[in-house]
């Protein structure tokens, strides 16, 4: 489908100073001047796309999920709708899209993004809000999980601060998936910027409100999260994501760790910071303590050639599809997966590991041509005697599917005397060792440090990993 485009006439004001000589002398710039700001457009869309406004859907996504409907409306004479396609659509797996301006608009003036909605069952829309124009999202506001009914109902998305967006691309997005794998429909009218002045009492916080302690090494990187809360004249306290250019940042140690204006905090010395934050004047709940540990050392970068090779988490050779890195199954108390990068290298950490999943089960893996399992481990815990851990794989069977009675797994266990204190670690486990009957629907890999163990069940709780491959010993 072609992008939908309602080009404006736009008038462009060309400012320049205008030199008078005079008796020899230069006229000064009168500082009744008034430089050109960008329009203040509320409207997005009434009956219509307003001036300037675009549609782009996501890639992936159902691209003629929007139509532009005249029959459904709340008021006037047309309202957006949004067909969501059902679970296996070849057109799109859901549905999708930005409306930016890219003329830019200065939202300054407003509290909110209000619009009316309802739809053709009661549903929970993932992702809505604006400040996505597919570039940096700087402003980016998401107002996550929204629930709809099928009755017209007005929604509020509040602004966490108006002054910064005096030049905003981003005029709406969302994103919706199937609900219980069925498509439906639902419609948006009236959607336009306010100044309501009933968004009140604000309540920014990072990572949730909590206080972080993280320990990291020299040259990784972590990027804050961030909400905003008001209070609107309903009654209804309304949460938005809020993009971290939102707040102002404060870093109790800049020389170990920065915050760049999108929320990046770079690690660049050995020592301890407080990352703490400030949004409309207004402190935010939460912070980010950083305990760097000086300089990182990698793993060996692995040299297999890649036809051998099926690799489950490397930088080194192209990855399967991977469900997840932890699948926060119940009785676990790991954090963590996949979220540590280091000079560009990303690592898997694992903390408060108990026990811990890798799953790749859409599609699972056949390694039956496989001799080894290779992975890098690197314990950060002091190594005690009777500390271990334990590798496990799961194969789903013939059926490909958990449960039926096919399935099969296998454990080796790594002891203290073969694990060692912030080095790496490399195993080369033979699949034979795992004793499994079969490995042509290998599902999940675990990491196991608790309760394997008969007679003392370990201390190990923090954990890196890197290179977790299987290969063909040739």
């Given at each position: 489908?072609?992008?939908?485009?309602?080009?404006?006439?736009?008038?462009?004001?060309l400012f320049g100073v205008i030199f008078t000589v005079t008796s020899g002398c230069e006229r000064s710039l009168s500082g009744d001047v008034d430089f050109?700001?960008?329009?203040?457009?509320?409207?997005?869309?009434?009956?219509?796309?307003?001036?300037?406004?675009?549609?782009?859907?996501?890639?992936?996504?159902?691209?003629d999920a929007f139509i532009v409907d005249d029959q459904e409306r709340y008021e006037g004479t047309a309202s957006m709708r949004f067909n969501v396609p059902n679970v296996g659509d070849p057109a799109g797996a859901f549905a999708g899209a930005i409306f930016p301006d890219n003329g830019g608009r200065n939202l300054s003036g407003y509290d909110a993004l209000t619009f009316w909605a309802r739809?053709?069952?009661?549903?929970?829309i993932n992702e809505i809000g604006f400040g996505n124009d597919f570039g940096e999202n700087k402003f980016l506001v998401t107002l996550p999980n929204m629930r709809i009914s099928t009755a017209w109902t007005k929604y509020i998305i509040p602004i966490p601060d108006p002054t910064r967006l005096t030049n905003e691309k981003g005029m709406f997005w969302y994103s919706e998936g199937p609900e219980n794998n069925n498509g439906y429909t639902f419609w948006i009218d009236e959607l336009k910027f306010e100044k309501l002045g009933t968004v009140a009492q604000p309540r920014p916080a990072i990572f949730n409100g909590e206080d972080r302690v993280e320990q990291t090494f020299i040259g990784s990187s972590f990027t804050v999260t961030g909400t905003q809360t008001f209070n609107l004249a309903s009654g209804l306290n309304q949460t938005v994501s809020a993009a971290p250019s939102y707040f102002t940042f404060t870093s109790t140690n800049p020389d170990v760790a920065r915050v760049n204006e999108l929320g990046v905090v770079s690690i660049l010395d050995q020592g301890t910071a407080k990352i703490t934050a400030v949004l409309a004047g207004v402190r935010a709940a939460g912070s980010l303590t950083v305990?760097?540990?000086?300089?990182?050392?990698?793993?060996?970068?692995?040299?297999?050639?890649?036809?051998?090779?099926?690799?489950?988490?490397?930088?080194a050779y192209t990855n399967v599809p991977v469900d997840f890195y932890n699948g926060f199954f119940g009785g676990q108390t790991t954090l963590g997966g996949a979220d540590l990068v280091i000079d560009g290298n990303n690592i898997i950490r694992y903390t408060e590991l108990n026990f811990v999943a890798t799953e790749f089960k859409n599609p699972t893996i056949d390694i039956t041509q496989m001799t080894h399992l290779h992975v890098d481990v690197?314990?950060?815990?002091?190594?005690?005697?009777?500390?271990?851990?334990?590798?496990?794989?799961?194969d789903f069977g013939a059926n490909a599917a958990f449960g039926g009675g096919d399935?099969?797994?296998?454990?080796?266990?790594?002891?203290?005397?073969?694990?060692?204190?912030?080095?790496w670690v490399p195993f080369d486990i033979?699949?034979?060792d795992f004793g499994l009957t079969n490995r042509s629907n290998l599902a999940q890999l675990f990491f196991i440090t608790e309760g394997t163990n008969d007679t003392q069940p370990g201390t190990i709780t923090d954990l890196l990993v890197d290179n977790?491959?299987?290969y063909r010993q040739e």
């Amino acid at each position: 489908m072609k992008d939908i485009k309602i080009i404006s006439l736009k008038i462009a004001v060309l400012f320049g100073v205008i030199f008078t000589v005079t008796s020899g002398c230069e006229r000064s710039l009168s500082g009744d001047v008034d430089f050109a700001s960008f329009p203040v457009t509320a409207e997005v869309f009434i009956d219509g796309f307003s001036g300037g406004l675009e549609y782009r859907p996501f890639e992936g996504s159902k691209l003629d999920a929007f139509i532009v409907d005249d029959q459904e409306r709340y008021e006037g004479t047309a309202s957006m709708r949004f067909n969501v396609p059902n679970v296996g659509d070849p057109a799109g797996a859901f549905a999708g899209a930005i409306f930016p301006d890219n003329g830019g608009r200065n939202l300054s003036g407003y509290d909110a993004l209000t619009f009316w909605a309802r739809a053709s069952q009661g549903a929970t829309i993932n992702e809505i809000g604006f400040g996505n124009d597919f570039g940096e999202n700087k402003f980016l506001v998401t107002l996550p999980n929204m629930r709809i009914s099928t009755a017209w109902t007005k929604y509020i998305i509040p602004i966490p601060d108006p002054t910064r967006l005096t030049n905003e691309k981003g005029m709406f997005w969302y994103s919706e998936g199937p609900e219980n794998n069925n498509g439906y429909t639902f419609w948006i009218d009236e959607l336009k910027f306010e100044k309501l002045g009933t968004v009140a009492q604000p309540r920014p916080a990072i990572f949730n409100g909590e206080d972080r302690v993280e320990q990291t090494f020299i040259g990784s990187s972590f990027t804050v999260t961030g909400t905003q809360t008001f209070n609107l004249a309903s009654g209804l306290n309304q949460t938005v994501s809020a993009a971290p250019s939102y707040f102002t940042f404060t870093s109790t140690n800049p020389d170990v760790a920065r915050v760049n204006e999108l929320g990046v905090v770079s690690i660049l010395d050995q020592g301890t910071a407080k990352i703490t934050a400030v949004l409309a004047g207004v402190r935010a709940a939460g912070s980010l303590t950083v305990e760097s540990l000086g300089n990182f050392t990698p793993p060996l970068i692995p040299t297999r050639d890649a036809a051998n090779v099926i690799s489950i988490f490397s930088d080194a050779y192209t990855n399967v599809p991977v469900d997840f890195y932890n699948g926060f199954f119940g009785g676990q108390t790991t954090l963590g997966g996949a979220d540590l990068v280091i000079d560009g290298n990303n690592i898997i950490r694992y903390t408060e590991l108990n026990f811990v999943a890798t799953e790749f089960k859409n599609p699972t893996i056949d390694i039956t041509q496989m001799t080894h399992l290779h992975v890098d481990v690197q314990v950060e815990n002091p190594v005690n005697t009777g500390d271990f851990v334990t590798i496990e794989l799961g194969d789903f069977g013939a059926n490909a599917a958990f449960g039926g009675g096919d399935d099969s797994s296998g454990r080796v266990t790594f002891t203290s005397d073969t694990l060692k204190t912030r080095t790496w670690v490399p195993f080369d486990i033979p699949l034979t060792d795992f004793g499994l009957t079969n490995r042509s629907n290998l599902a999940q890999l675990f990491f196991i440090t608790e309760g394997t163990n008969d007679t003392q069940p370990g201390t190990i709780t923090d954990l890196l990993v890197d290179n977790m491959y299987f290969y063909r010993q040739e």
